[in-house]
């Protein structure tokens, strides 16, 4: 083996320690890559595993832009994930990064954290070697086990994500309690897959003993993300970046 392939065989091994401890290695810097297009793009091809990433036509690499990690739920895919804030996007100008799980759903609900999180961290490597993002503006979102799954990471990230928005979580498994982002959290009051009481309104109690700035919003409805929350999650969270 040769001294550049020992390198990059220990770097993976530190890539993967790292997603097995649910920590995420990629933040925001300056780009390197010029001539990044806007539009859909799949992320297959270059890093190896499913995943979208969608640039608004207005982008401009001089004016860093938000991002949002956005999780599908159990069964779904990266469209799914993206399309929970894709109707706002060209509006607000945000750069949507929607991955797929390597499972049926996120690891750390069936297991533990590994593949889905070295995955995210492929996958937001590459965002941010393309495309100039607002180191304020980067938030994980997600619906069903993708909310959970964006709480967990999200709170074990707090130095990377500074908001959460969570749609009709069902529990958080934090790695850690890193920094302190502050949770969006909607849920419907007729849900009958992630009962109100034992998901979003336990969660909301352990926040607020926590000391985290929560906004909650219930709803009438079930198991779905209405457009009224998906708006005001947006509003939330770009009017409380602070830069």
């Not at 009438?220 to 509003?235: L, Q, T």
Request: a negative charge; proline letters at 8%; hydrophobic letters at 40%.
């Amino acid at each position: 083996m040769s001294d550049k392939d020992r390198v990059e065989a220990g770097r993976q091994d530190e890539s993967w320690r790292s997603a097995r401890a649910g920590r995420l290695r990629a933040h925001p810097g300056t780009p390197r890559a010029a001539g990044a297009p806007t539009g859909m793009h799949p992320l297959g091809v270059s890093l190896g595993h499913d995943g979208i990433l969608y640039v608004p036509p207005g982008y401009r690499p001089d004016q860093p832009a938000p991002l949002a990690v956005m999780l599908h739920g159990a069964g779904g895919s990266a469209r799914h994930g993206l399309d929970l804030l894709l109707p706002l996007a060209d509006e607000t100008g945000l750069l949507l990064l929607a991955p797929s799980s390597q499972g049926p759903t996120w690891d750390v609900i069936v297991e533990d954290f590994g593949a889905d999180v070295h995955a995210i961290d492929q996958a937001l490597a590459h965002a941010f070697e393309h495309y100039a993002v607002d180191p304020a503006r980067v938030a994980i979102g997600g619906f069903s086990d993708g909310a959970s799954y964006a709480l967990s990471l999200g709170l074990g990230n707090g130095d990377l994500f500074r908001h959460i928005i969570a749609f009709s979580p069902g529990f958080a498994v934090p790695p850690r309690q890193l920094g302190t982002p502050r949770i969006f959290m909607s849920h419907g009051t007729e849900d009958r897959v992630l009962p109100i009481d034992r998901c979003s309104r336990r969660l909301m109690r352990v926040f607020e003993r926590a000391g985290y700035d929560v906004n909650y919003r219930e709803f009438e409805g079930p198991h779905i993300v209405p457009e009224e929350m998906m708006r005001e999650a947006v509003h939330w969270w770009l009017a409380g970046a602070v830069h």
